[in-house]
């Protein structure tokens, strides 16, 4: 079957470093997303890896590891707005086609 | 400014009752999605449209409707079998199902009275 794994709760200093992992099970993988979601708000996109390696986007990277099945992401220098979930996503193929499978997502809390 | 609209932000349903849920995008994409999001979980595939007239079902269609009439539009309707509607609802669409990045609507909040 198809399975993405997060961390359910995270806690971390303002002005530290944290990293998100997400451990993956799929068929078919065709690329990783990072999404940030804010309470009662729409998920944002903030990254992409389809190849092995670290992405680096400002503040915030992102690794993946295909024969592993496992990426990370990595936020720099936290502010308190970085408080949020961090979604990780995998398409892969699905057996109505290719298409999305969601992590339950990584409740960031960023403390002062 | 392109983006997904999505209305009314909060909803309240009856038993027995359908009620629909809109999302209009103008960023002239051809894929169209509708998720649900319960605490805890991660995102659901409701149903999805690849182009007009055309649409496929997630993992969880049972209980909802879905039709494709227009590009910009993708309406859901959750039907009265769907028996725990509650739950947040979130529509999302790429420029096609192969292309990369999702990019969603600001969702709808279902609650049952």
């Known amino acids: 079957g198809q399975n993405i794994d997060q961390p359910t709760e995270m806690t971390a200093t303002e002005g530290a470093i944290v990293q998100i992992n997400c451990t993956y099970q799929?068929?078919?993988?065709?690329?990783l997303f990072w999404y940030q979601q804010h309470a009662g708000e729409a998920p944002t996109f903030l990254s992409y890896?389809?190849?092995?390696g670290l992405e680096e986007k400002g503040r915030f990277s992102s690794f993946l590891s295909r024969s592993k099945g496992y990426s990370y992401l990595l936020l720099k220098e936290l502010q308190m707005k970085d408080s949020a979930s961090y979604l990780c996503?995998?398409?892969?193929?699905?057996?109505?086609?290719?298409?999305?499978?969601f992590g339950p997502g990584t409740r960031l809390s960023v403390l002062p | 400014d392109g983006g997904i609209t999505q209305s009314p932000k909060y909803l309240f349903r009856k038993e027995g009752q359908n009620v629909t849920l809109s999302c209009e995008q103008n960023?002239?994409?051809?894929?169209m999605y509708w998720y649900r999001q319960d605490p805890g979980q991660g995102l659901r595939l409701i149903y999805y449209?690849?182009?007009?007239?055309?649409?496929q079902k997630g993992d969880i269609a049972e209980g909802y409707s879905v039709s494709r009439e227009k590009k910009e539009s993708f309406p859901l309707t959750v039907t009265s079998a769907q028996k725990n509607p509650t739950a947040f609802y979130l529509c999302?669409?790429?420029?096609?199902?192969?292309?990369?990045?999702?990019?969603f609507g600001a969702g709808t909040r279902l609650s049952v009275l």
């Open positions: 890896n389809v190849l092995d």
């Open positions: 799929t068929s078919g993988f065709n690329g």
């Open positions: 449209s690849q182009i007009v007239n055309d649409f």
């Open positions: 999302a669409s790429n420029r096609d199902v192969t292309k990369n990045i999702q990019y």
């Open positions: 960023l002239n994409h051809d894929a």
């Open positions: 996503a995998v398409r892969a193929l699905r057996n109505y086609g290719q298409n999305f499978v």
